[in-house]
């Protein structure tokens, strides 16, 4: 870490809560798109619920397609949250500072967005919660706890309601800082959700253990999710979803999208509020580094899938293969997966000036979130398609324009959440920040000065 | 007994530690002291004050609640609709397991919040002796004992350099 400089607590205060203090012109313009866009969505929704699941294209026997794709894509977005955050708490990276809400918040809002896409899919939304609350005492029916459908609710009730518990505890503190600088309504909307904290020694004590202990209850919980979701596929006898590699394939597939997420979202949040002065090439170098072995597990994992199948020598599982390899548009899709989810961004983060730059970040986390999507697209629409042995199951598929409104309508939802959270509360954690310039010094070594930081017990 | 609380605002680490020390001097109590500090600091900064807490308890009870919730869940929709599926159990354990397993934790995240809550003594309904320029760097030193006691505090803090100084009835 080099660039350092000292900043008081009063500096601290006006730059990270300038963004909720202050509406600038651009926010009410990108908020207002952002709206526009999920009104049109709603339309879309609306027909899809009038006329059904096939006004999407959606047929036998490519029944999971872009919804469902969109499911595993968001989940796996929101694992990066916490892992981040969690695990750079529990080491004391100190680098970590004014990554980790926005890293959490990210979380939060990409969960949400991903468990709409299940509810969606089944068509009748309303019906959902016959299926998945255990609420019907009158007829005595009760869900399925044998269906991964109880799993995901319970896996991802768990996770959102964690994570969200996990973001408003550490930003108790903040929320008093606000209190003091408020007036009017939003002080007494701020001195609510502070509970009245007066920063004592004992309130800063727990604070500290929170982070900590709290990390360490959602660690195990984060690895469950996707564990859980993968299940969805190797649960079922889809031969080439039916697969003991999925969970921990699709864990490690989920922290490579998300933390490439949360660096891109770092990249934005520090150019549209101005925080470069806490948002530093520093913090990129070193998600930068955290990447790069995060994407090399991932495609070791790829390739371990993809090799068991093809070693297998058996003709259902080669034949989604074939689709994937051979067939137009998946190869063509496959290429532009493989291309930008490893082969152009891995490589590229070896070069210290890759990751230093903020832009070439921003380009190259890009292009692995494309690909990580259509990676979960690739594994669910040719897992279906491939020609099974009875012909009324061979089938085509097609994806609409519909879809593709949903989708970006998705983007459009967690930027739009993160974008509305970032106007209310402070979306680098204030007292973090100080806690964090208290903490730094500089050592003379020999000739050279060099950075130090003094390690807090928790 | 009602109590009275005397706040005294110092512009540094330094001067706020100095204070703790000569009111501890003039005969106050460590657990009649405490320091408000806008960021955290490290544990015993200011010659403060630790009591113990019961906070790893939370999670423990939290979990076995969630565990129980858990098992009722599971184990209680499948009893009451026993449906055989495959000629498989009727309670089938890997299933119940994982919706166990998320209750648990869960119920260990949700207790410990409460936990970090209550043992930070929140909510605060009543805000008592504060000033908003805690957050702006200053550092508080509180002393909350009984009304005689107030004069001595008042001039502990004033030796150390205290920029502001004001104390509150009733508070405790």
Known sequence: MQDRQKLTDRQINDDLLRPVERTPRAFWIVAGLLVLELAGALVVLGLVFYWGLGFLGINRPVMWAVLITNFVFWVGISHAGVMISSILRLTHAEWRRPVTRAAEVLTVFALITAALFPVIHSGRPWRTIYWTLPYDFTRGIWPNVRSPLIWDPSAIFTYLTGAALFIYTIMIPDLAILRDRATGVRRRFYATLCLGWRGTARQWRFQGIAGILISAII??????????????????????????????????????????????????????????????????????????????????????????????????????NILRLFTPPYNVLFIIFIFSAFIIPVPSWFFRRVRRSPLLMLVTTLLVNVGMWLERFLIIAPGLQYKQPLTYTWGGYTVSIFELIITVSSFCLVALGVLLFSKVFPIIPVWDQKEGQRLQDEIQTGRRKVPAVILKEE | MARTEVLGVFHDEESAADAVSRLKGAGFPPHELDVLTGTAYPEGAFGEHMDKHRLFVFPLMGAACGLAVGLLLTAGTQISYPL?????????????????????????????????????????????????????????????????????????????GAEDIRSEHGQG
């Open chain 2, 84 to 160: 055989v599926t495959g000629g498989k159990p009727l309670l089938a354990i890997p299933p119940m397991a994982i919706v166990m397993y998320e209750g648990m934790m869960l119920g260990a995240i949700i207790f410990t919040v409460l936990g970090i809550i209550f043992e930070s003594r929140l909510p605060r309904f009543r805000p008592g002796l504060y000033d908003p320029r805690i957050t702006q760097g200053y550092i508080g030193v509180l002393v909350s004992s009984s009304e005689d006691r107030v004069g001595a505090a008042h001039r502990a803090m004033e030796q150390a």
């Open chain 1, 219 to 320: 660690l195990p919980v984060f690895v469950s999710v996707h564990s859980i979701v993968s299940w969805d596929f190797a649960m079922a006898l889809v031969p080439s979803w039916h697969s003991t590699i999925f969970a921990p394939y699709f864990v490690i597939g989920a922290i490579h999208s998300g933390v490439a997420a949360v660096t891109t979202l770092m990249v934005i949040l520090r150019r549209f509020f101005r925080l470069e002065s806490y948002i530093t090439p520093d913090h990129f170098d070193a998600l930068g580094r955290l990447l790069i072995p995060i994407g090399l597990g991932w495609f070791y994992f790829f390739f371990m899938d993809f090799a068991i199948g093809l070693y297998s020598q058996e003709t259902v599982d080669i034949a989604p």
